[in-house]
């Protein structure tokens, strides 16, 4: 059933792109048709570029929220000539998938970990680094910053364009064997971890067996015990329901996940330059509002998690960033795969400017 909504949806997309490929000479068209007096899409409300967009996670969950904020106000700018659709649940596939997606053009729209993005390209690793922000108000100052915004751009000459950083936020430990109240805790736990190479070897390195898995296959490793830990922010274990297959959560807080808005690079070029502006304001502006919707659910997701009888606890994360140390040795330096010691100590410094209270 999946599959073929899946393929419905490719092959629906493919004929927007391929009318958006058309929309780029037809821009002289459309301006010969309203010469001759005929009115313009735009102004008639009709949907010109119509994308969707695919994540991971449930509606209820934040970037789902954010993308259909996005929506709503690329829509009143345009007028409705752009439309966004957005698919949760992995219905268009995992990161992997949707990332891919934007560079064959069969998904214009994605809202990701920043973690997958290790199979693409290094310069975002520096997210990837355990314990590097001790407070959101740390990592937003990163993402906002100039160093952010490079970061972001960085991946333009694979085809794909960054529009804005959403978050995803804190990501804490849940598990079926006993509390992690310090590294040794996690020794022999099998442990769920996104695709990347820096956040397995901070498990490894705690002693725990990290394997990587895609998102959508966690609820039934969890459920079969294939695995007995997987590590998330609130809002991503409250949303996917993982308190009805784990007992214990342990607020680490071990790393910051954002999660950037991407669109494939040559739907965005497809587009005349005010549909462009109107996408850059669009998911520009629904940023503060994303952000606030993971503040709010990283405080209601605890409450509903506790009060459907998982045990929370707060570890003291001293222990465990000093368990993770060695990873800056391993990974900090020029080389492939690693996080480029420029983009360090320029995050690095940012950090510095907001101590955490
Ligand atoms: O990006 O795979 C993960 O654990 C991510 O946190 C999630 O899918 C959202």
Redesign the pocket.
């Known amino acids: 059933m999946k599959k073929k909504v899946l393929s419905v949806l490719i092959a629906a997309s493919m004929a927007v792109v391929a009318f958006a490929g058309c929309g780029s000479s037809s821009s002289t068209t459309s301006g010969s048709a309203a010469a001759s007096g005929s009115t313009s899409a735009a102004a008639t409300g009709e949907v010109e570029y119509a994308m969707i967009s695919g994540?991971?996670?449930p509606e209820e969950h934040p970037?789902n929220l954010g993308l259909n904020k996005m929506s709503e106000l690329l829509s009143e700018k345009t007028n409705g000539a752009v439309a966004l659709d957005v698919f949760g649940n992995s219905q268009l596939g995992n990161?992997r998938d949707l990332i891919e997606g934007l560079q064959l053009g069969s998904v214009q729209v994605t809202?990701?970990?920043t973690?997958?993005l290790s199979g693409f390209t290094d310069t975002f690793l520096v997210f990837d680094l355990p314990f590097i922000f001790e407070t959101s108000e740390q990592a937003r100052a990163v993402m906002d910053s100039e160093v952010g915004t490079e970061i972001l751009n960085s991946i333009e000459d694979q085809g794909i364009k960054g529009l804005a950083w959403f978050e995803?936020g804190f990501?804490n430990i849940t598990n079926n064997v006993k509390p992690i109240t310090v590294p040794d805790d996690l020794k022999g736990i099998k442990i769920r971890t996104?695709e990347n190479q820096i956040h397995m070897e901070a498990f490894r390195v705690m002693g725990a067996d990290p394997t990587p898995m895609?998102?959508g296959d966690?609820f039934t490793a969890l459920q079969q015990g294939t695995i007995d830990a997987?590590?998330?922010?609130v809002p991503?274990i409250e949303t996917n329901k993982f308190g009805e297959v784990q007992k214990y959560i342990s607020m680490t807080g071990h790393l910051f996940?954002p999660?950037p808005v991407f669109m494939s690079k040559d739907y965005y070029d497809s587009m005349p330059a005010e549909y462009q502006t109107a996408v850059m304001e669009a998911a520009a502006e629904a940023t503060p509002y994303q952000r606030e919707q993971i503040d709010e659910q990283n405080v209601t997701g605890l409450e509903s998690l506790i009060a459907a009888g998982m045990e929370e606890n707060e570890p003291e994360k001293a222990p465990f960033k000093d368990a993770t140390k060695s990873v800056y040795d391993e990974f900090v330096k020029d080389e492939a795969g690693c996080v480029s010691p420029d983009i360090y100590s320029r995050v690095e410094e940012i950090i510095a400017q907001h101590p955490a209270q």
């Open positions: 994540t991971t996670t970037y990161e809202c990701v970990s973690a997958p995803n990501r996104m895609a998102m966690v997987q590590e998330n922010p991503i996940s999660a």
